[in-house]
């Protein structure tokens, strides 16, 4: 199914493995890249959104940058999943907590992705479609993670797409039917990925307590998020 490049991706030659991991930052795809992977081959530098190849304990992975929100994560996944045959697609990234539990640098497993975009509705269907992540690769995550004696939420996450958003009350209001944490992206992949037939995750690290106003810094966030990579290379 391989083409050999599209408006965004154009990997001239460098095969893109079956299972990804997609953080937001195309730095931080770098940098996962060159922290885990053997036999690194780039595979992207259209507009700079760097796309890694490699090997993770002998097993073929790849690694790429998403950009922010579901406009960026939807293009790159279409490419990925209909050009390139991708078929484990799995965010990476940082969220804001919603519920009064949540500590800074705790993990969330994305079980489904609520939305305030429009992104869905191309789809066409009578009625409120909800985006949930693959139960395969959310059951081996959350296995994983309790191997490692990671502190995890899993659950509802919100994708918005709005960051400074003009309702003060809006956030509150998805609070209240149980949104463990926001981010910006994740509805756009698990319905691509829907749509296709195969399989999307979202694992996160807290980088902002919104009930609490705690924060963590960029420097701090660099490391704390080992623990998410490492729970999603062993997925591979
Ligand atoms: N909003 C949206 N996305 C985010 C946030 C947030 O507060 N924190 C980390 N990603």
């Not at 195309?26 to 890249?33: C, G, S, W």
């Not at 804001?96 to 789809?123: C, E, H, P, R, W």
């Not at 756009?188 to 296709?196: I, P, T």
């Not at 037939?197 to 810094?217: E, M, N, P, R, Y």
């Amino acid at each position: 199914m391989t083409t050999t490049s599209t408006p965004h991706i154009d990997p001239k030659g460098v095969d893109i493995a079956e299972t990804i991991l997609l953080p937001g930052d195309p730095l931080r795809a770098k940098f996962i890249a060159e922290t885990y992977f053997d036999d690194i081959r780039c595979f992207n530098e259209v507009r700079n959104m760097l796309g890694f190849t490699g090997t993770y304990r002998g097993r073929p992975v790849s690694v790429m940058g998403t950009g922010m929100g579901i406009p960026s994560i939807s293009l790159y996944s279409y490419e990925l999943i209909h050009h390139f045959g991708v078929k484990n697609l799995i965010r990476v990234g940082t969220c804001g907590a919603m519920q009064k539990n949540m500590d800074l640098y705790d993990v969330v497993i994305a079980q489904g992705a609520s939305t305030d975009s429009n992104y869905l509705d191309q789809f066409n269907l009578p009625g409120q479609w909800a985006p949930l992540s693959s139960y395969r690769l959310l059951e081996q995550a959350k296995r994983i993670a309790d191997e490692r004696g990671q502190r995890t939420h899993v659950g509802n996450v919100l994708s918005s797409d709005v960051f400074y958003g003009a309702d003060p009350d809006a956030l509150g209001r998805w609070m209240k039917m149980g949104i463990l944490a926001v981010e910006m992206e994740s509805a756009g992949l698990f319905a691509n990925a829907a749509a296709a037939g195969v399989d999307a995750l979202a694992i996160f690290t807290v980088s902002d307590q919104i009930v609490t106003d705690a924060k963590t810094t960029p420097e701090e966030r660099q490391t704390a998020f080992t623990s998410m990579i490492e729970i999603a290379l062993e997925l591979a």
